[in-house]
């Protein structure tokens, strides 16, 4: 089977690392030529974004975008891992909890925050995961750094026996950790928090309704070509012959493309490559013509 160059949008299943979902993309495309963008959790489900071939040189400009997820925060204990795989650490009472208290609580994570990475998160330290010391036996503790959270709704609050679920939809920039949320949620509340479901609803235009189980990728193996992955991702330039064949050899060029990264397109409305805007020049920052 050939594979035309550009991004799977997998359903990634629970109980399956990002890893493990590249290894099998591999199997399924015929090339060793697939990488990942934005790590899901193994207990995490939904949008992961696999790039096949030329495709795997956008996904480092892919992982800048939005994220959206949908969520559900155990109230009355805080983990280890801030999520459901780690070991109990703290139980508090949550009975005088109500769910103006969740809800108000919740507001004070909209907006731009500073937030500070799960110490068992993929963020690196001295050239080496974070999760990787912890494992390793070393006190991992990491700076708090900003992200934006563009919206946090709590769309149902369920009380337990000895806890409080509470279900989330939250749309935010990347690099924010939502079990950082559900950690500084229970904390903010006095009672301890942690996560205990996640699933990625969107990674920028990449939608759920985008997206495809393995099974269904081993019998119909779909895949968006780059020139829609390009125009669904970046702004768009549309170039003349002379300029099409000058970005075939990584020049600058004496236009203005606009604002960030652009997705420069030929006469035939190809993609060619992203350029950004340097003073009265555009300049090459990936080449794929």
């Known amino acids: 089977m050939t594979v035309r160059p550009g991004l799977v949008v997998v359903d990634k299943p629970s109980g399956m690392t990002s890893h493990d979902v590249v290894a099998r993309v591999r199997r399924l495309a015929g090339t060793r030529k697939v990488g990942h963008a934005g790590t899901l959790d193994p ?23 939005e994220k959206a997820y949908d969520a559900t925060v155990r109230l009355g204990a805080a983990t280890s891992t801030d999520d459901a795989e780690g070991e109990t650490v ?16 919740a507001g004070a994570f909209l907006g731009a925050i ?55 939809s939250v749309r935010c920039s990347s690099g924010t950790y939502i079990r950082a949320i559900a950690r500084d949620l229970g904390d903010a509340l006095g009672v301890g928090g942690h996560l205990t479901m996640l699933r990625r609803t969107a990674v920028g235009p ?39 064949r000058d970005v075939g050899y990584g020049r600058r060029l004496e236009a203005a493309v606009g604002e960030g990264t652009v997705a420069v397109l030929g006469p035939d409305g190809r993609f060619l490559a992203l350029y950004e805007q340097r003073g009265p020049l555009a300049a090459p920052v990936a080449v794929f013509a």
């Open 43 to 65: 207990m995490a489900t939904g949008v992961l974004l696999v790039g096949v071939d030329r495709a795997t040189r956008l996904l480092g400009h892919l992982t800048l975008t």
């Open 90 to 105: 703290s139980t508090a009472s949550v009975a005088h909890l109500t769910e103006d208290d969740v809800r108000s609580a």
């Open 114 to 168: 500073e937030q500070k990475p799960s110490a068992v998160s993929a963020v690196k330290v001295d050239g080496k995961r974070a999760y990787a010391r912890v494992r390793a036996g070393e006190d991992v503790d990491l700076p708090a750094r900003p992200v934006t959270v563009h919206e946090l709704l709590v769309t149902d609050v369920r009380p337990g026996e000895e806890v409080l679920d509470v279900d989330v």
């Open 206 to 244: 990449f939608t759920l309704a985008d997206a495809h189980g393995l099974d269904a990728l081993a019998d119909d193996f779909e895949v968006v070509g780059l020139d829609d992955v390009a125009r669904r991702c970046f702004p768009t330039y549309a170039l003349s012959e002379e300029q099409a």
